[in-house]
């Protein structure tokens, strides 16, 4: 005789099964495009890492991407981020602070971030570099790029990222892993890419090992990769469109 509750228990059990499918169809969907998109460039799919923004996304889901081989996470949200990275700690994943990052957030998210895609200014630089050590941590920063030389929405001015990327050089308990930028709205994301493409360059003249290009999301990864991307932050095409976050 079936134990009570055992009905929900095969509910929920199908609900699993019918998430991981879906999952694993769009995991398939987005290598296809990364794929695609390098190779209409002459560039090797393996030039291209995918990060699985998971933001408003259950702990669960990231599970199941781990499952399916994916070993970058990115989240925007310090409150929802620190929670899921000590849930799921015993996985092996790189995870990544792709949102905006307020000083006052800087020591939790220390804790936990691999790489942090959003520096933008030199105060947050000193804020990670102090926390880092103090934390016995060695913390990935990129430089993000205000590719409309409005730092209004986020990121340094082009004409300030080279300043800036020095800085990080040279602070204490970080490294500087690149550039990060996010194509304008109302404008050609190629044309965007374009001129993120010029800045990366100089900045890898000054700074060899900084080879990361951290662009391109759902709609515009082809024009990301087409100009250089080695990293594409990618949600919705990946695990469907987003619910809303509750606090």
Same mark, same amino acid.
Request: proline content about 3%.
């Given at each position: 005789?079936? +134990? ?12 699993? &099964? %019918? ?9 398939? !969907? %987005? ?16 030039? *291209?890492?995918?990060?699985? %923004? ?5 702990? !669960? ?11 970058? =996470?990115? !989240? ?9 990275? &000590? ?8 995870? #990544? ?8 957030? *800087? ?8 790489? $942090?895609?959003? =520096? ?14 103090? /934390? ?7 430089? /993000? ?15 300030? *990222? ?5 800085? %990080?050089?040279?602070?204490?308990? =970080? ?27 100089? $900045? /890898?003249? /000054? #700074? ?10 759902? !709609?515009?990864?082809?024009? +990301?990769?087409?100009?250089? +991307?080695? #990293? ?16």
């Amino acid at each position: 005789m079936c +134990a009570e509750g055992c009905g929900g228990n095969a509910g929920i059990e199908r609900e699993s &099964h %019918v998430r991981r499918d879906e999952i694993a169809a769009g995991l398939a !969907e %987005v290598d296809a495009r990364i794929a695609a998109a390098c190779r209409a460039v002459g560039r090797d799919r393996g030039e *291209v890492t995918l990060i699985a %923004v998971t933001k408003t996304r259950p702990a !669960e889901d990231i599970r199941i991407l781990a499952d399916l081989g994916v070993r970058d =996470v990115g !989240e925007n949200r310090d409150q929802e981020a620190a929670s899921k990275a &000590h849930e799921l700690a015993e996985l092996q994943l790189t995870w #990544h602070f792709v949102g905006q990052l307020q000083t006052n957030k *800087v020591r939790s998210v220390v804790g936990y971030a691999d790489v $942090v895609h959003s =520096v933008d200014r030199l105060r947050l630089v000193e804020a990670i570099s102090k926390e880092a050590v103090r /934390q016995g941590r060695r913390v990935g920063c990129l430089v /993000q790029i205000a590719l409309d030389d409005d730092p209004a929405r986020g990121g340094a001015r082009p004409a300030d *990222v080279l300043e800036l990327a020095d800085e %990080v050089a040279l602070a204490e308990g =970080v490294w500087l892993g690149g550039v990060m930028a996010v194509a304008p709205l109302g404008e050609d994301p190629a044309k965007a890419f374009a001129r993120l493409r010029d800045i990366a360059t100089r $900045v /890898q003249e /000054q #700074h060899p090992r900084a080879t990361m290009v951290s662009a391109g999301m759902s !709609e515009d990864m082809n024009e +990301a990769i087409a100009y250089g +991307a080695t #990293h594409v932050r990618v949600g919705t095409a990946l695990l469907g469109r987003r619910k809303p976050f509750v606090r």
